[in-house]
């Protein structure tokens, strides 16, 4: 997501770059000067409750969740609970080694038939069941049925 901001630096806040056309060339120069925050990226695996807002520049990892109507303003962790305003640490949602072997897993980059054959351990098993199953290139392949 792209990680501008309204500027602030001048009478209007009209952000009359991101529109193109003719305004783009116009306000190149006025645009080039106004600092950016950087993109804001967002991990897999995560969960964004409503109405929260992510400020521009923030990194969202892998597994984190977000609570809803929070106002995320700093980088959250992997597997990280924040919420609020502006969004705090609540917990973390698994113990340091847990968080290590769900990252090694990266079960999201598994082929989709290996999801599928896995999806109940993914979904309701442990953090160490899910690494039993390997990573995206050791993941046993599904049974043929």
């Given at each position: 997501m792209p990680g501008g901001s309204h500027p602030m630096v001048g009478p209007s806040t009209y952000p009359f770059t991101m529109f193109g056309g003719d305004w783009t060339a116009a306000t190149l120069d006025?645009?080039?000067?106004?600092e950016q925050a950087g993109d804001t990226r967002v991990g897999n695996d995560v969960w964004i409750g409503r109405a929260a807002t992510i400020m521009p520049g923030v990194r969202i990892a892998d597994g984190a969740v977000i609570g809803a109507h929070s106002?995320?303003?700093r980088d959250v962790g992997p597997y990280e609970i924040v919420a609020g305003n502006p969004a705090r640490h609540i917990r973390t949602r698994?113990?340091?080694e847990d968080v290590?072997?769900?990252l090694r897993a990266r079960w999201w980059d598994w082929p989709v038939?290996?999801?599928?054959a896995h999806v109940g351990t993914i979904m309701?098993?442990?953090p160490s069941e899910v690494a039993a199953l390997g990573s995206p290139d050791t993941?046993?392949?599904?049974e043929s049925r």
């Open positions: 006025t645009f080039s000067a106004i106002v995320v303003t698994f113990d340091a290590e072997r769900m038939a290996q999801i599928t309701a098993g442990t993941a046993p392949a599904p």
